[in-house]
């Protein structure tokens, strides 16, 4: 069993930044995949990006590649989202995810553990 407990969501004017964590307990937090999702009202939770076990490989959504980084810190047994130049459009609840197995999932449906996610909302 893994717990994750996501922090440093807030509302934020557009153009702003956020740097949202994701802190893990319980299993060895090395041996999962972590990912990022949103979601927005009314909206499914969609893929925003992940992280390899080792933090040694990256993939983002479209719609944050440039503006979005995701980290991880496992001697912390955290990761991280640092999100720059944030839009209206990126507001949302975002959770973070971890992922066991092999590959590193975009599906949310792969992911194993969730947690309880954190508000972000952007202003115009």
């Known amino acids: 069993q893994v717990q994750l407990v996501e922090s440093g969501g807030g509302l934020v004017q557009a153009g702003g930044s956020l740097r949202l964590s994701c802190t893990a307990s319980g299993r060895t937090f090395s041996a999962y995949h972590m990912g990022w999702f949103r979601q927005a009202p009314g909206k499914e939770r969609g893929f925003v990006a992940a992280?390899?076990?080792?933090?040694?490989?990256?993939l983002y959504a479209d719609s944050v590649k440039g503006r979005f980084t995701i980290s991880r810190d496992n001697a912390k047994n955290t990761v991280y989202l640092q999100m720059n130049s944030l839009q209206p459009e990126d507001t949302a609840v975002y959770y973070c995810?971890?992922?066991?197995?092999?590959?590193?999932?975009?599906?949310?449906?792969?992911?194993?553990?969730w947690g309880q996610g954190t508000q972000v909302t952007v202003s115009s």
């Open positions: 992280i390899s076990r080792s933090g040694g490989r990256t």
């Open positions: 995810a971890a992922a066991g197995g092999v590959v590193m999932p975009l599906n949310s449906g792969r992911y194993d553990y």
